[in-house]
């Protein structure tokens, strides 16, 4: 489907989906998304495949949404997009889901890690979610998320001010299980997906259910945000600083 996303199913009952653009920082196109969402799927479809693994490439996990995808979408808007049909299969997921973060996590590359169900990042990670600052809004119902994860005042700074958190800062805030080694990580996070794929898988899935809570309520604020994005997306504002990172200039 596309060489920029490979996808390895362990005899543990574990699928590895890794994210493998790093020319372009693992920025995400429509083709990569597809994989994705297929990914996951195949995942719910398959009662042989227990749990998923997400991880990018050593210093970078995603650079979040290709920005000359964003652009080149702006007459045509958010709606019914790549981007988009893969956060709302996230949203549905039933198969538990991992992360193993390593170096940037911008965008999309931070709030998918908001659906998982374990989360792990190296000690060189950074998370940020900088929509505003390019114009835009939050998705993947991060504005729904993240002010139940850290409190609206601390996710007022990550999304409006665009804050950076590193490794330190999003274990402390309760947005990753632990810090583990680079050269560890991934491992580490298959290892405690294998956890997960052996438990029981109905008391896993109605447990699971329990944890996560209202998915209409996740659900609405993802379609809420899509209905924003859609139309920030076509403001000359984001124009403007969408095209400033592409040429890398600075907006007026
Ligand atoms: N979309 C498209 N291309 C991207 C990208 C993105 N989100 N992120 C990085 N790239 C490209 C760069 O344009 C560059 O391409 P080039 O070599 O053809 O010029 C290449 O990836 C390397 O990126 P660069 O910026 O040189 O790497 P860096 O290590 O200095 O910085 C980041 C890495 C992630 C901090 C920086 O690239 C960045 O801020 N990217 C944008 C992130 C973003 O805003 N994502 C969307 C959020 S909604």
Redesign the pocket.
């Known amino acids: 489907m596309t060489e920029h996303v490979s996808i390895a199913d362990r005899g543990n009952g574990v699928r590895l989906v890794t994210l493998d653009r790093p020319?372009?920082?693992n920025?995400l196109t429509g083709a990569m998304y597809d994989a994705m969402r297929t990914a996951l799927e195949e995942a719910d479809a398959a009662p042989s495949i227990r749990a998923v693994v997400f991880a990018g490439q050593p210093g970078m996990f995603s650079?979040?949404?290709?920005?000359?995808d964003f652009l080149a979408r702006s007459g045509a808007g958010f709606s019914e997009t790549p981007a988009l049909r893969f956060i709302r299969q996230l949203a549905r997921t039933e198969t538990p889901m991992v992360a193993a973060v390593d170096g940037?996590a911008?965008?999309?590359g931070a709030t998918l890690t908001l659906h998982c169900d374990l989360v792990y990042a190296s000690p060189a990670a950074r998370l940020r979610m900088?929509?505003v600052e390019?114009g835009?809004v939050p998705e993947a119902a991060s504005s729904y998320l993240l002010p139940l994860r850290v409190g609206r005042l601390k996710a007022t700074e990550i999304l409006l001010l665009s804050e950076m958190l590193d490794a330190d800062a999003a274990f402390g805030l309760g947005l990753v299980n632990a810090v583990i080694p680079s050269d560890m990580l991934v491992e580490h996070a298959l290892s405690q997906a294998g956890r997960l794929a052996a438990l029981p898988p109905g008391a896993l899935a109605a447990s699971r259910r329990l944890i996560r809570g209202d998915r209409d309520r996740v659900e609405a604020a993802l379609e809420a945000e899509a209905r924003a994005f859609d139309a920030q997306l076509r403001s000359p504002e984001a124009q403007e600083r969408l095209n400033a990172?592409?040429s890398r200039s600075r907006p007026a």
């Open positions: 020319q372009k920082k920025a650079a979040g949404n290709d920005l000359s940037i911008v965008g999309i900088p929509f390019l835009l990172f592409l």
